[in-house]
């Protein structure tokens, strides 16, 4: 007598092999965005000049800055309390790619006018002129867990927290232009924690392809506290300056003496406005299954930011990119759910 298979469990194993081929067919895919996405490595686009409107600005140490919500920070350099530690990159491209040059980093090598066709200059570094080939805005990001030895480890996207796990998290855009890190607590009450007055003056300008790291020292990792919360952390690269959002002067001017514990939040409009864009367009992600199965964990200093990220270091652990190159703005939200 043939075993009869109960109709809602074979109802349930068609679902179940339907999802596991949708996942076969996704992965190839996924696969295929990360790849488009790692080969921009070391290519440097002229952007064209109306995506540039912000005044260039100079760099200065770095500086932790104190964020509400349940992710604490153990800080370090100029603020010794807790807190987010925002970037203190270069801020203008033309001293980024002299400082690049010059530090063996990696180069930036600007586009010649012309046809549009990627050369090469006396370095090897390849050139494209983006008036010609402008690419939909990317970004890639890595949240790592920290052991109990210092050393770091990719998280599973659906990882969940718990009190004392610490964490950092790894940025990389695609594109010249501005980042921004907010931080909601169960997604109420944001906080900008960059730009932030207390590093680069508050300058927030992105590089293609260098590394931006949440703390600023990856060794000194946010630590979640006994308070179970879901925390989203909203990061905006635009290719222009985000309106009605202070930086440089402006921010500065906002905080005043309060460099280390200023706090700037956006009005429940400028919010709605920001938001509304990680829902605008369509935006295709992928996931990198071959970093989720690392084993070794990597050392702090391995991911040092500020640096141009080459070519055949490890893929981001998730990458989001914008359908079309007309977008001017990708909205991400990491979600960490803290129980």
């Known amino acids: 007598m043939r075993f009869k298979v109960p109709p809602a469990l074979a109802v349930f194993a068609l679902l179940s092999c339907a999802a596991v081929a949708a996942r076969a067919q996704e992965q190839p895919q996924d696969q295929k965005v990360i790849d488009d996405f790692v080969t921009t490595r070391g290519v ?9 409107t912000a005044p260039k600005q100079t760099t200065h140490p770095s500086a932790t800055h104190k964020s509400g919500g349940s992710v604490a920070s153990k800080g370090h350099g100029a603020n010794s309390s807790g807190g987010s530690v925002a970037s203190n ?4 491209s033309t001293t980024a790619k002299k400082n690049n040059a010059s530090s063996g980093k990696g180069s930036e090598v600007a586009a010649q006018p012309g046809d549009g066709r990627a050369g090469a200059n006396s370095t090897g570094a390849k050139i494209v002129n983006a008036s010609a080939v402008l690419r939909p805005i990317g970004l890639g990001y890595t949240v790592f867990m920290k052991d109990k030895a210092g050393g770091l480890l990719p998280a599973d996207p659906s990882q ?6 610490r964490i950092a998290v790894a940025l990389e855009p695609n594109t010249e232009g501005y980042i921004y890190v907010f931080n909601a607590e169960n997604d109420t009450d944001p906080v900008m924690l960059f730009p932030n007055v207390a590093l680069d003056n508050g300058s927030n300008a992105a590089h293609a392809h260098v590394r931006e790291t949440y703390p600023a020292d990856v060794n000194y990792a946010f630590e979640f506290d006994q308070t179970a919360a879901v925390e989203h952390v909203y990061v905006v690269v635009s290719r222009r300056p985000l309106e009605g959002v202070p930086t440089a002067e402006a921010l500065a001017e906002f905080c005043g003496k309060k460099r280390d514990d200023c706090e700037w939040r956006p009005s429940a409009a400028l919010w709605q406005r920001i938001k509304a864009n990680a829902s605008g367009g369509r935006v295709v992600e992928a996931k990198n299954t071959q970093l989720a199965q690392l084993q070794k964990p990597v050392q702090p ?10 070519r055949e270091d490890p893929a981001p652990s998730i990458v989001r990119v914008n359908d079309s190159p007309d977008a001017d703005t990708l909205v991400t939200v990491i979600k960490l759910v803290h129980k």
């Open 44 to 52: 440097s686009f002229d952007e064209p000049s109306h995506t540039s």
């Open 160 to 165: 969940e927290y718990h009190s004392g796990d």
């Open 301 to 310: 200093a391995s991911l040092q930011r500020g640096i141009k990220i080459k």
């Open 89 to 92: 990159k270069n801020s203008s």
